[in-house]
């Protein structure tokens, strides 16, 4: 069944980002991956839970065979500002050392949870680590951090669906949009 803005009642502005436009940013992006990692032996690490709909699709979008692992960091909570506090919830099962490693990501938004990421996992020793994250939020960062492969920037607006959350509501939405401020209190 189609998923529409309209099918959300009240809650969703608007789309920012379609079903299509993702489909063909990550077929986009993973022919740019198969090209940097042909040959080698890669290990994608999806970022939990916000990174599943991007993993499953563009781990599918890939050529190149992968393994799998799964992190859970939280800096969020409930709310729709960073805590920069970063949690581990869930660790990875794989010794990363001299693997390459692909972390994905749903969204980059002030930053600090992928610098905690690339500072812990960079201290794992793998044979490289790099980063691809669906959106980018450029306005919102407060850090740099050098990210191979971007599918959108965005605006500095809290978005949901695609993966993308408020309050645990939204993720399955196959879209990016935005929430109408009377759902968050705006
Ligand atoms: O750049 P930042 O400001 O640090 O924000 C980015 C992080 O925020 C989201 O995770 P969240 O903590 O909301 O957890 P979730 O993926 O389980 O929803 C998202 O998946 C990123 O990991
Ligand atoms: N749902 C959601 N989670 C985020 N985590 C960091 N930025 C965002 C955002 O804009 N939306």
Request: hydrophobic content about 30%.
């Given at each position: 069944m189609r998923v529409d803005a309209k099918d959300m009642g009240a809650d969703l502005?608007?789309?920012?980002?379609t079903k299509e436009e993702i489909d063909a940013k990550l077929a986009e992006l993973a022919a740019k991956i198969d090209a940097e990692y042909t040959g080698k032996d890669l290990l994608i690490v999806g970022v939990l839970k916000g990174a599943v709909m991007v993993m499953a699709d563009l781990a599918r979008a890939l050529s190149t065979p992968v393994t799998m692992d799964w992190m859970a960091v939280s800096s969020?909570?409930?709310?729709?500002?960073?805590?920069?506090v970063v949690r581990i919830l869930k660790d990875l099962d794989t010794d990363i050392k001299g693997r390459h490693v692909l972390i994905v990501e749903d969204i980059i938004d002030s930053g600090l949870t992928l610098s905690w990421l690339l500072s812990n996992l960079g201290s794992r020793e793998p044979a490289s680590l790099k980063v691809c994250t669906l959106l980018r939020k450029p306005e919102a960062a407060k850090v740099a951090i050098d990210v191979e492969w971007v599918g959108f920037d965005i605006p500095n607006e809290f978005v949901v669906g695609y993966g993308l959350d408020y309050a645990e509501k939204?993720?399955?939405?196959p879209f990016v949009g935005t929430l109408a401020p009377h759902v968050y209190g705006g």
């Open positions: 502005e608007k789309v920012l980002i969020y909570g409930a709310g729709t500002q960073s805590s920069g939204y993720r399955n939405l």
